[in-house]
Structure formats: C-alpha cells, structure tokens
C-alpha cells in the first residue's frame, strides 16, 4: 500500500467519471461497478500506479459500489459530486478522453487530470462524453491508438482495459507496448508477436469475461467523424 499511498501525493491523476448511472439499467451499472473493481486492482499492481478517483458517486451507483466487499478501505478518491465540482480549483487540468476529440494524446502530463467516461452504453449514447465536455468548457483528447494499430469490427474498449493502457504506459513511457499490452488481438488487425506475448492471462481473461457480458463504453479510440 506505500505505491498507493505515494500516488495519492505525487502520481498522475485519473478520473473515473461515473455520473451517468441514471442512463444506464441496473445490469448495466453492476458491469460497470465491475470494471472499476479491476481498474482498482490493476492500478494496486502497478510499479507506477496512478492516483485514482471516481466522481458522480451517488444513488444506484453508489449502493452498488458499497456491496463490493472493503470498498470503504480501498485507497481511492471518492466524489460525490462530478469532477467539475470536486475540481473546480484545477478546471484548467481537466481533460476529458474521448473518441470524438480532434486533440491526439501525445503524452501524459502530470500536471493534468485525464476523465474516462464511465458510461456502459451499449452505443446508445455517441458522443455524450464530448458533449459534455465542450458544454463544461473542459479540454479533450483521444488515445493515439490510431498511430500504432488498426482495430477490428469490434472499436470499444471496456473502462478497465482504457485505465491499464494509462497505467502501463505510466510504466514504459511507451504508446506501442501499452495497447499491445492491452488490448485483447480479437479486437486489432495488427499483431506484434513480442509484445502480445506479454499479455497476462488474468487481464485477458477479465477482459473476456465483461466481453461475454457484452460491456462496452466510450473510450479514446479514432473520431467516429
């Protein structure tokens, strides 16, 4: 718990934006409580975890995340209110990660705070993350994905998979080996046989698990534009 504890004062920032539960069923939120649990425990794995926080915790979403079992224990920020209230002071660090962003993430900044959208929403809400991110004034960017791969059919990422691409390349400081790392093969064209053989069969399997629940969110991957 020391890695934890020192990334809740020097690591980079990231949010996870959980304040669109009232969109979303009931089966729909307990996917998405899901996938925070292993954003959680990757981020514990990690030799360079980040600082971890969720915003928008209320209501279903809030009782839900209360069933996990030592939630109250676990060594994350936890905000009732959306990001743009907890961090009003810090407005200008927000950055929004979004698929339909024109701004391509070059490199994480630790000055600034990077928002997944954590929305299970089976595609019926394109571009909800965006829209509210222009209408809050905030920055946006999207994953370079786009520069190292090319994606099959299948173009979404779960919530967990988005923050262990953040996390690892935190890691290696290295774009090519986080989404090689990460990113399941059945969901890319392209294929580096070194790095893909570095896939932990824990990750894949988790990932293959909420892909047999037909999870999905909008995440930093090419504009649908």
């Known amino acids: 718990m020391e890695r934890l504890n020192r990334a809740k004062e020097i690591g980079q920032k990231i949010v996870v934006d959980v304040d669109f539960a009232h969109l979303m069923s009931e089966s729909e939120i307990s996917s998405l409580v899901q996938q925070i649990m292993y954003c959680y425990a990757v981020n514990g794995r990690s030799t360079s975890p980040c600082h971890l926080w969720l915003t928008g915790v209320q209501g279903k979403m809030s ?121 399941p093969q059945r969901k890319r064209t392209g294929l580096d046989p070194v790095a893909s053989s570095k896939l932990e069969p824990q990750e894949e399997d988790a990932d293959d698990h909420l892909e047999r629940k037909k999870v999905c969110v909008e995440v930093p991957l090419e504009s649908s534009s």
């Open 63 to 183: 009782a839900e995340l209360d069933k996990l079992p030592g939630f109250e224990k676990w060594f994350i920020e936890k905000e009732s209110n959306c990001y743009i209230e907890a961090m009003a002071d810090q407005k200008d660090h927000l950055v929004y990660l979004t698929a339909d962003s024109d701004t391509v993430l070059d490199d994480l900044d630790p000055k600034h705070i990077y928002i997944i959208g954590g929305l299970v929403d089976r595609n019926r809400f394109k571009g909800i993350t965006m829209t509210k991110a222009q209408e809050q004034g905030i920055k946006t960017a999207k994953l370079p994905i786009a520069e190292y791969m090319k994606m099959s059919s299948s173009q979404v990422l779960t919530v967990n998979q988005v923050l262990e691409i953040l996390v690892k390349f935190l890691e290696t400081r290295d774009w090519k080996t986080a989404f090689f790392t990460v990113i």
